[in-house]
């Protein structure tokens, strides 16, 4: 494999890790500097300021202390997001242990396996997740606590369960003349000390815990300060929507925040789309985090029925008055996402082509970021006024990006890619880490793309989902699903291969077709129209032949990335 057509982000001056070898030095320096601030909020609960964190931090490393927690003993924790979640990951990582965050979504087998793997020794979870779990299925755990409150559902161990019971009078007895800023002396680490192992919510329906040393947090965190917390304001207001668990949510919506003085609201409920617009109205967040599902939806549900009239659509084709009336289309997106964001950055998955060509038509500050857990997640990213439609950015500080193509440009190849950002490898798996990390430290992604000569990425597909045509052409699914998801009554689809037929599996706008009061067989036309149309943009090697209904929505990863590996 020929490797050309090299970026390599240069180091910027870093303005918040004063001590480079620990990140934790961050998390101290954050909480010291804005002590008396609002620091983490439950979306429509209670607020906690950044001394209420440390006061929270330092009660947890009591009972680590009394339960004989080690440096480097791992702690898990499984929960919607919420502040205590916050707490307890900061509680981790600041007393030198290892936090093992757990999607809540996964279900009561993996939670139980994902326990057993990493052989965490406590477990904090949420009142949701704490009716899924099974303790009799993970015997090596010594202490189950309750997020909400912190109080021990479980313990197996004496002096966990007394240090439970006396935690104020030890408390008191530890601080006697009240606890302050000048008390905060925690676990410092290294660069290279491993100090979180996170289970990955892939497609392929194989969880494999990756291995992130300090300096894939710091990494993150320092580059995001760098390039957007720059534009923020200094107190700015950020919502946290995605999985924490998630290393998308928690680098960009939680230790980059965090570590910035900000403050943070956690919407603890389901993240429905109406739930997150009342969100953001009422929060008004600086910048907001997203995976292209949520975009979509509220650009669709909440600002394409005020647009889309005749006479709109009349006046956008007046080079006299388009200007505007973009303006005045743009202020209505900017009135749907709180009205004050410098911008959205979406994540996790391509943005609809539609959505995102109307976005940057109105002037609208949206971009595409790129990464993997493996990376923590950023490999790339552009600021809004660097984006170029299609793309997911450049190279972010600190990390290398190569196209294996002997023509970068026009054909597609696997992106690799080494940095402050990789991971150190997939816990007790070294075929898998054989297979992604090559000996000279490149990371082998799995995606497909192309490569401008400035160093903007366009990714294709995943190099496993794509297919093989008739003859021997190179097929990509998410290519034909974005332009099928853009046609009428379409809500989400993907397509497969049967036998040397390409057949696209659609789940329709039922909302809508209630409204419409359509039967099944109206569907079913309307799709073959759908089908038929969408032929006649692709060759003849990537045409559906057939396409199939589907009564429910696609099953997804807590990224709400469908789960491909079921629907093959």
Known sequence: ???????????????????????????????????????????????????????????LHIMMNAAGIKKGDRIAVCGRNSAHWAVAFLATLSYGAMIV??????NREQIHNIVNHSEARLLFVGDYVVNQIDEQQMPHLEGIFNLPDFSLYVSHNDQLTDARERLNELFGRKYPNAFRREDIHWHQGTD???????YTSGTTGFSKGVMLPYRALSGNVEYCQNRLGVHMPKFSRTLSILPMAHMYGMSMEFLFPFCSGYHLYFLTRLPSPAVIAEAFKEIQPDVIIAVPLIIEKIVRKRV???????AIKLLLQMPVVSKKVKERICQEVYTAFG???????????????????FLYDIDFPITVGYGTTECAPLISYSDYHDFVPGSCGTAVDNMEVRILSDDPQNREGEIV???????LGYYKNEEATRK??????????????????????FIRGRLKNMLLGANGQNVYPEEIE????????????????????????????????????????DLQNIMEQNRQELNQTLPAYSRIQAFELQEKEFMKTPKKSIKRYLYK
């Open 1 to 59: 494999m020929c490797m050309k057509h090299i970026i390599f982000a240069q180091n910027f001056e870093y303005c918040a890790m004063n001590d480079p070898n620990s990140f934790n030095s961050c998390i101290e320096k954050t909480i010291k500097e804005n002590w008396l601030l609002d620091a983490l909020t439950d979306y429509k609960g209670t607020t906690l300021q950044y001394h209420d964190v440390a006061r929270k931090i330092e009660k």
């Open 339 to 357: 009205g004050r964001l410098y911008e959205v950055i979406v994540g996790g998955a391509p943005l609809n082509q539609e959505i995102e060509q």
């Open 192 to 198: 290279e000390d491993l100090c979180m192992i996170n």
């Open 417 to 423: 890619t080494r940095g402050k950002h990789v991971m």
């Open 101 to 106: 965050p757990i999607l809540h979504e996964f």
């Open 304 to 310: 394409f029925p005020k647009i889309q009239s005749n």
């Open 482 to 521: 974005d332009k099928l998801n853009s046609m009428t009554m379409v809500n989400e689809s993907i397509v497969v291969q049967r036998g040397d037929k390409l057949v696209a599996l659609v789940y329709p706008d039922m909302d809508e077709a209630r409204n419409m009061g359509f039967t099944q067989d």
């Open 436 to 457: 992604a990390l090559d000996k000279d430290g490149w990371y082998h992604t799995g995606d497909l793309a192309t490569m401008s000569p400035d160093g903007h990425i």
